[in-house]
């Protein structure tokens, strides 16, 4: 009877440890899996942080002329209209088609944060724990690999409107009949939309990248404590 009882106690025994080996083992994946969760939410959280303050930035009065970093140039296609235009007394407006360019993606950036937001939401990240210990703007760099495309057709419409609203679409339609009308030269036809899409975007990218950065090598600058707790891993890279 006795053997039969510590029989039964030993088996007892044996199940509770591999239960509990079990348990722990779960609890560890789970644990693995809520890092890799906040990290990615940390990532999240700094490139939707970049969004918002660079559209703050971009957005007011000379926010992408004014700055040399962001400034839409004009096109390879159309420097030389700008060239010819000055060569024949027409300087002014050719620095007005400059101008309005940058004001029209002023004018569009605003609208970019929800369509930016929204991507980085939906975004997923294949290893969060490598992009963190990669280099200053490695997250932003992932973004614009994986939404470059699907942003510029969301935000092409809202540059598309604002070249009208700000009178860019006029002022271009002008330089361009002036410029093909001059002797010898090749007419051009700009689609000025696409153009001016892609530099607002990649100047919003600018600026995401320097949010990043700033939130990687300054304290100071993680100001949430998911922001703390995620950066300060890669603090020891």
């Known amino acids: ?18 239960s509990c080996d079990e348990l722990q083992q779960a609890m560890g994946n789970t644990t693995q899996g809520g890092s890799g969760f906040n990290v990615a939410s940390g990532l999240k959280q700094a490139l939707e942080m970049g969004v918002s303050s660079g559209v703050d930035l971009l957005s007011k009065d000379g926010g992408y002329f004014k700055d040399q970093a962001v400034r839409i140039l004009l096109p390879e296609e159309l420097q030389k ?27 569009a950036v605003s609208q970019a944060k929800p369509i930016f937001l929204s991507a980085i939401r939906n975004m997923t990240f294949t290893d969060a724990m490598n992009i963190l210990k990669g280099d200053n703007t490695a997250a932003t760099t992932y973004l614009k690999n994986s939404t470059y495309s699907s942003l510029e057709t969301a935000f092409a419409p ?13 002022v271009w339609e002008n330089i361009i009949n002036k410029y093909n009308q001059i002797p010898l030269v090749k007419p051009v036809e700009p689609n000025l939309t696409k153009y ?41 890279k």
């Open 1 to 18: 009877m006795k053997k039969v009882m510590l029989l039964g106690l030993l088996t007892m025994g044996s199940f509770t440890l591999n």
């Open 81 to 107: 209209v700008d060239k010819t235009l000055r060569s024949v007394g027409l300087g002014s407006l050719a620095d007005q088609g400059l101008k309005v360019l940058n004001e029209a993606a002023e004018n």
């Open 196 to 236: 001016v899409t892609q530099q607002a975007i990649n100047g919003l990218f600018v600026k995401v990248g320097d949010k990043e950065k700033e939130i990687r090598t300054n304290i100071a600058a993680r100001t949430t404590p998911l922001l703390k707790s995620v950066f300060a891993m890669q603090d020891n």
């Open 158 to 170: 809202k540059v598309q409107a604002s070249l009208s609203e700000v009178g860019a679409d006029k």
